[in-house]
């Protein structure tokens, strides 16, 4: 399989090869710094409102419970299913 290689990447790739790239005093905690932000940025989470019809509900949080979980994790998995096309939705 042949890929194609950006201009950006070979720049990158010349870059080194010309033995112009050095490497930071720190290594290790630059890593961890931008693993750290990395996590950060992953782990964020926005509220958000939704209306629902009583009767859903009220069916997802006997079904929550039944699993003993709470329905906003189950509402967050829903979507982050759908949204990741783990499961479809018909609409």
Do not use: C, F, W
């Not at 070979?10 to 890593?31: F, L, T």
């Not at 709470?70 to 949204?83: D, F, G, R």
């Amino acid at each position: 399989m042949n890929r194609v290689i950006t201009d950006e990447e070979n720049e990158i790739i010349n870059y080194i090869e010309n033995e112009n790239a050095e490497s930071v005093p720190n290594v290790k905690e630059e890593m961890s710094r931008y693993q750290s932000m990395a996590k950060e940025h992953i782990s964020k989470k926005k509220a958000i409102s939704i209306r629902l019809p009583e009767s859903d509900l009220y069916l997802l949080k006997q079904k929550a419970l039944a699993a003993g979980i709470s329905y906003q994790n189950i509402i967050q998995s829903l979507i982050h299913q759908y949204t990741h096309d783990k499961i479809k939705a018909s609409l």
